[in-house]
């Protein structure tokens, strides 16, 4: 099952069989019940006997996941943080290129400037004609470091085919995508494997 499910839901008073999300911060239901639940909002998250329970603005909801109830508790009781999402371990060299609200990292030490063989590259870009920098930022990337470059969503001046074509000009290829926010996307970029010195 993973992260998608086709289960019966309970929502309050309401019964059905739906298609539920388990997405990275919220729980979507589509089908004959709707639903966008933010973990945040569910309390009492609970597994039992394959069943995920929790209350939500103040109704019961109950999903009959099977195997899955226990994982699905967990991963809404104690959701990933960015820098999880984002791949980050103690010790790496992070260069943070462009404007970038750099809360996500907590306290990990990073340079606004440039630094040779960095583990991770934070691309801030706002527009497609800013993503003629990849070139730039990859010859600062350790070999098998990545580059994330962080744009907002749903904006017609930077798309993630600007951001695929760009790397793949640049000599990299792009290998995940992220929920860096409610407003921005962050899309990994590496270099081939077979490119690495």
């Given at each position: ?156 001046a930077i798309s993630e085919a600007d951001v695929m074509a760009a790397g793949k000009a640049a ?27």
């Amino acid at each position: 099952m993973g992260n998608e499910a086709h289960c019966r839901v309970e929502l309050g008073d309401e019964s059905a069989d739906a298609k539920a999300l388990l997405e990275t911060d919220e729980l979507i239901v589509r089908g004959a019940l709707r639903a966008k639940i933010p973990f945040r909002d569910a309390q009492d998250v609970a597994a039992s006997d394959g069943v995920l329970s929790f209350r939500w603005s103040g109704r019961t909801v109950r999903l009959h996941l099977g195997s899955d109830a226990e994982k699905w508790a967990g991963k809404i009781r104690n959701p990933k943080s960015v820098a999880d999402k984002l791949g980050l371990k103690p010790g790496q060299l992070i260069s943070v290129a462009g404007a970038l609200d750099t809360a996500f990292l907590g306290e990990r030490e990073f340079s606004r400037r440039l630094q040779p063989d960095s583990d991770i590259i934070f691309f801030a870009a706002n527009a497609r004609q800013e993503l003629a920098r990849l070139s730039e930022l990859r010859k600062s990337l350790a070999p098998n470091g990545a580059i994330w470059v962080i744009r907002p969503k749903g904006n017609s001046a930077i798309s993630e085919a600007d951001v695929m074509a760009a790397g793949k000009a640049a000599g990299l290829v792009d290998v995940k995508v992220v929920r860096f926010s409610e407003t921005h996307t962050a899309e990994k970029l590496v270099i081939p494997v077979a490119a690495r010195a």
